[in-house]
């Protein structure tokens, strides 16, 4: 489990524990109920189901990879200066994706079980661990009861609608302003429908005397937005099928993830100072290009949006992860001086 993975935006994955609730529509085509639960029946899924601490021997797999991400930077270290080809070619820390069949800051996880955790990252000042939660109203009292944020952790939230995006987007920079984690992210995969990505001043970010009373919203991907109040990564993709728990993939608009993607990018901006933008995937379906791929039925899934954009149903493969032709796999900078 995490060795390798074939998400596209981190280098690993690790369980600290299985089990989860689902608390919004991103959570309607949850792949690790369909896994965890439904397929291999290794943990109960829900309010009344269980949290399940995995083996001492998954516990250690992050010591592995620090040891060998420890070992790397120091072969680029000793070869440097012989190997002009190297120079200025750091190699980058691997990211972990921490609880990709859980959440971190999940109410119903033992409190001694999140505490152990943040000392394993501490423990692995090598790797840079994604923390990607549907709760981040629980960051900053949970950080606080488990001994503070370890300096290599990034925060993130999933915001797969507007509504999403509104609540939550909210409490990740306020948790970010108090804790300053590597890097702030938002996951918008599955993206459900277009976001216009401005964030309200919550009273809580009033609070901190950060915006004009009269204020109402800001851009968090503006240059001139302050460090602490921006997202510096955005996670675009469409849904997958997951048939063992009921669950069609609808389409999602490539117009949405444009619109994600071109706030990110600001003329005369460098690059280094841009909000990152990866994609993911396109999900089930891609536009249609009047071909028709049809289904063992015969059967041709078509689906037309307001704009009349025509999406058609063609598997994830052949759906693939461009946008426009282009394949966008950019990674944030990093906070970090060890990282520099």
């Avoid at 001492?56 to 592995?64: D, E, L, V």
């Avoid at 728990?245 to 071109?262: C, K, M, S, Y």
């Avoid at 791929?293 to 759906?319: C, I, S």
């Amino acid at each position: 489990m995490g060795e390798k993975t074939a998400i596209s935006w981190c280098d690993h994955t690790f369980n600290p524990w299985l089990g989860c609730t689902a608390v919004s529509p991103a959570c309607d085509g949850c792949y690790a109920e369909a896994l965890m639960d439904k397929r291999f029946g290794r943990v109960q899924w829900g309010p009344h189901g269980e949290r399940r601490r995995t083996s001492a021997g998954n516990w250690h797999q992050p010591i592995r990879w620090n040891k060998k991400a420890l070992a790397d930077l120091q072969a680029w270290e000793d070869s440097k200066e012989a190997a002009a080809e190297l120079r200025g070619v750091r190699p980058a820390p691997p990211f972990v994706f921490c609880a990709s069949l859980s959440d971190v800051f999940d109410n119903q996880v033992d409190a001694g079980w999140r505490s152990d955790l943040f000392e394993l990252m501490r423990k692995t000042p090598a790797l840079v661990w994604l923390m990607l939660t549907k709760r981040p109203q629980n960051i900053l009292k949970m950080v606080e009861q488990a001994g503070g944020l370890p300096d290599n952790v990034a925060l993130g939230t999933t915001c797969e609608d507007q509504k999403r995006w509104d609540i939550n987007v909210p409490h990740l920079i306020y948790a970010k302003s108090e804790l300053r984690p590597q890097f702030a992210f938002v996951s918008a995969e599955p993206l459900l429908e277009l976001i216009v990505p401005h964030v309200p001043i919550t009273q809580e970010l009033r609070h901190r005397n950060l915006f004009l009373a009269q204020s109402e919203l800001f851009d968090p991907f503006h240059p001139l937005t302050p460090w602490e109040l921006r997202i510096d990564w955005i996670i675009t993709g469409g849904a997958s099928d997951q048939p063992l728990i009921g669950f069609e993939a609808p389409p999602t608009n490539p117009r949405w993830v444009r619109r994600l993607r071109d706030a990110c990018q600001w003329m005369d901006t460098p690059p280094l100072e841009q909000t990152a933008f990866h994609h993911k995937q396109n999900g089930e379906w891609a536009v249609f290009d009047g071909e028709p791929v049809l289904d063992p039925l015969g059967t041709a899934w078509l689906y037309t949006f307001n704009d009349l954009t025509t999406m058609q149903k063609v598997g994830l493969e052949r759906a693939g992860r461009m946008l426009d032709g282009v394949v966008h796999d950019a990674r944030p900078a990093l906070r970090g001086a060890q990282h520099a």
